[in-house]
């Protein structure tokens, strides 16, 4: 048990379909972020939200839509993927702001299959 | 551009001492940190360093030297548990006086009886 709960934990999806990864933080934090994690690569940051306010999007195709209603969940939206964004999908949270974090903490993660 | 260099693959035996090296070109440093990641598991936080020298935690310990952009982290008395990927991310400051990490592409370590 991380504190960070993502669902679903596998999805496999077709390129025209419509689908939401949920990630919920049940450690009081109030900053979330998105990381994509493909075979044999860094970590990317996708989005981070601070105080429910997203304040980076490192230029991820709008196919990718993210959304945080609250501070402790964060969704990520999924739309006309390309089988190249099949991946691990990466949810996180830290303490504070994203100014002054120390650590993040993961999710088990959603694994992605694009076909 | 922001660089995060480290090996691919390293063996090492049980009961050993294994050293995991970390290089870095980025801009505005605030902070090392290292992550264990298991396969299939999410990454979780073993140490942090925003000064230079060694930090200790029990068997494993987290070296930094700003000025060579260099880190490593020491794993002593190896167990086959041990047995893991582990990340080096360097947290960056950005626009609006946030942070972010942006990590390596993971050293894979594996652990031999």
């Known amino acids: 048990e991380t504190g960070v709960t993502q669902t679903p934990r596998h999805l496999v999806m077709g390129m025209t379909n419509k689908k939401s990864l949920k990630c919920e933080q049940h450690?009081?934090?109030?900053?979330m972020y998105w990381y994509k994690q493909s075979a044999k690569k860094p970590l990317e940051l996708m989005f981070v939200?601070?105080?429910?306010?997203?304040?980076e999007n490192n230029s991820v195709p709008s196919r990718f839509s993210p959304e945080c209603p609250n501070s402790s969940h964060l969704f990520l939206h999924l739309h006309t993927l390309q089988p190249e964004d099949s991946a691990l999908y990466l949810c996180?949270?830290?303490?504070?702001?994203?100014?002054?974090?120390?650590?993040?903490?993961f999710g088990e993660g959603s694994w992605l299959t694009v076909v | 551009g922001q660089n995060i260099d480290q090996p691919t693959e390293m063996t090492a035996t049980e009961g050993a001492i294994v050293q995991i090296n970390c290089t870095y070109q980025?801009?505005?440093?605030?902070?090392l940190f290292w992550y264990q990641q298991h396969a299939g598991e999410a990454p979780t936080f073993l140490s942090y360093?925003?000064?230079?020298g060694l930090e200790e935690k029990g068997r494993f310990s987290s070296f930094l030297s700003r000025s060579k952009g260099y880190s490593y982290l020491l794993l002593k008395e190896l167990q086959m548990k041990d047995s893991a990927s582990y990340l080096c991310?360097?947290?960056?400051?950005?626009?609006?006086?946030?942070?972010?990490?942006?990590f390596g592409a993971g050293t894979r370590l594996a652990v031999h009886p």
């Open positions: 939200y601070s105080l429910e306010e997203r304040v």
């Open positions: 980025t801009s505005g440093f605030n902070g």
């Open positions: 360093n925003v000064l230079d």
């Open positions: 991310a360097v947290r960056v400051r950005f626009s609006g006086g946030y942070n972010k990490l942006i």
């Open positions: 996180a949270s830290s303490q504070g702001s994203a100014l002054d974090e120390t650590t993040i903490y």
């Open positions: 450690l009081g934090h109030n900053a």
